[in-house]
């Protein structure tokens, strides 16, 4: 049976969930958690180990837990860029505390993240995919 046919015995959209791994397809700077958390505390610190002892306080049934690691690397990098204002993440702390100045308190960690993945670099070799994906954006909620 053909997806077309599948779908036009229903009334209404079906609803497709979307995971990390439609950005790893198509985009040149997408990260799985542990890609972006390592990138993020190398950034930081200039040590791979860093990372990799946040990781081991992390183990937990089997499996590293992404959010915890998460946990530990933001208030670590919410802590160092507190104390060094103009360092290599000035531009950071310029919008830290442009926020704060209007009552607004913003992680430092969630702003470089932000800023981490505002830029879309798609990947060339996927532009067809992509192009089909958009005409058909208008039945997606």
Partial sequence: MKIEEFISNYKNHPVLFIGTGIS?????????????LKKISFELTDNEEFYLDLKSKCYENDTYQYEKIATLL???????LSQNR????KEIND?????????????????????????????????????ELKKIRKNLY
């Fill in 24 to 36: 790893l397809r198509y985009l040149k700077n997408s990260y799985t958690w542990n890609g972006l």
């Fill in 95 to 131: 919008i830290f505390y442009e926020n704060m100045q209007k009552d607004i308190n913003l992680s430092r960690f969630k702003i470089y993240i932000s800023q981490l993945l505002s830029n879309l670099e798609y990947k060339e070799t996927m532009l067809d995919e992509i192009i």
């Fill in 86 to 89: 103009n360092g290599k993440f």
């Fill in 74 to 80: 933001e208030e670590e990098f919410n802590t160092l």
